[in-house]
């Protein structure tokens, strides 16, 4: 991955030398420079276009145990004293933590295939023909089908970091997305609803008919479901779900929500929290990852971190500010979206490690259960007590097959139970936008409602 060959830019220095005259013992300068752009595009024409600049520095200072952040958009050495102030303000009056702490420094890792320096030139005729094919790919595939939006989005740019005890760091990085959203009519007027998305570190890495035609695939899949009768039967994970359960699981798995006791993997490092075939990692240097850098937004190095081996829960997911409290290793995992907040916890990319079994065998095993295509309602699984209920549909499975679809379906339960019960991780991971990978997923049995 290419670094920036430039001199480090001027509000660095400037910054830390604010921070200083302010008082503050250490200091951290954060330079974010990045622009995003996004075409929607539905029925033929392009809806909505938008073109972003984030250009700005993140500060904070550190004084006996003390810290203190401020932002701002105005670089220069005016307005750089202005935001030193702020953060001093704030250290005069914040509690006192020695966890409050600059990062121990080390070493940098490179990150193959961040960045693709094309992305920067891409022009808004490009960015309509990857949108319109997604669109046009989905309307080929399936007659009536109705878009309700195709987007492609991106976003690239550069980062800098330096500390007050030298240190100097930076990367450049680039991501090239688009999805569709669309609307397959049915009978007795009802309307199934397909999604799909996928992302590129460069434009000419995305394929557009690819996901025009999983979306609209999906959508034609689930014309005439019908409501299941309560069962308790194997459950198999598409993909899509299993990434979209491990992004509500794993915030439990941040450090900063153990140390507050709002996690219900508090207390549990060495226990058995999952069955043997799980291993979650969250790995922030795997290569073209959606969250991959050679460092995180207070510049530790990001690394592979596992944090269930074969069932047993490893540790969390640390800041500096959260491994000095645990007395544990920082994991590289406190990120920013931007200069306008300071870092907090998050994934880099996050999976479940296959378990060796392709997904053919792993579909023919099952002789009789439910393949769950969708869930709806993650943002209600409680962080504390682990406990779920959600919506779903999908499809029945008859002899190792993926048989009629099903829809109004409920699964509920606990987290824990949910991880203990999983059976098999096949051989299909692939990795969505935001950086959580998904592959089909074997439970034992689970009880899923008929709504």
Known sequence: MPRSDSSPPRPLGSGLR?????????????????????????????????????LGVGLRGFHRGRTGFAYTSDLSPAGLRRAAERVAALVRILPTDPANRLPEPGSRPEVEGNYDAAIGRLPATRMKEIAAGVEDAACRKVRGLKTRESRYADVWGHIWIAHSDGLVESFSMSRAMCWAEVIVPGPRDTLQAGFASAFAIGPDGLDPAAVGHEAAE????????????TVRAPVLLDPHVTASLLSAVVPALYADEVVKEKSFFAGRVGDLVASPQVTLIDNGILPQGFGSAPFDGEGVSQRKTTLIEEGRLCGYLHSTYTAARMKAEP??????????????????????????????????????????????????????????????????????????????????????????AIHGVADDLRFFPGGQGGATVLLDGLTVSGL
């Open 331 to 420: 994991t590289g995992n406190a990120m920013r979206e931007s200069y306008t907040g300071p870092p907090s916890i998050d994934t880099s990319n996050i999976y479940l490690a296959p378990s060796g079994v392709s997904r053919r065998d792993m579909l023919a095993s099952v002789n009789d259960g439910i393949y769950i295509a969708d869930v709806m309602g993650l943002h209600t699984m409680d962080a504390i007590t682990g406990d779920f209920s959600l919506g779903a549909s999908g499809f029945e499975v008859k002899k190792g097959k993926i048989g009629a679809p099903l829809e109004k379906m409920a699964i509920a339960g606990n987290t824990i139970d949910l991880l203990q």
């Open 218 to 229: 999906r959508a034609q899949a689930k014309l005439g479901a019908r409501q299941p009768a």
């Open 18 to 54: 604010a921070l200083s005259r302010a008082g503050m013992a250490q200091g951290e300068v954060y330079f974010h420079d990045v622009r995003s752009s996004s075409l929607s595009y539905a029925g033929g024409k392009i809806e909505a276009l938008e073109r972003r600049h984030d």
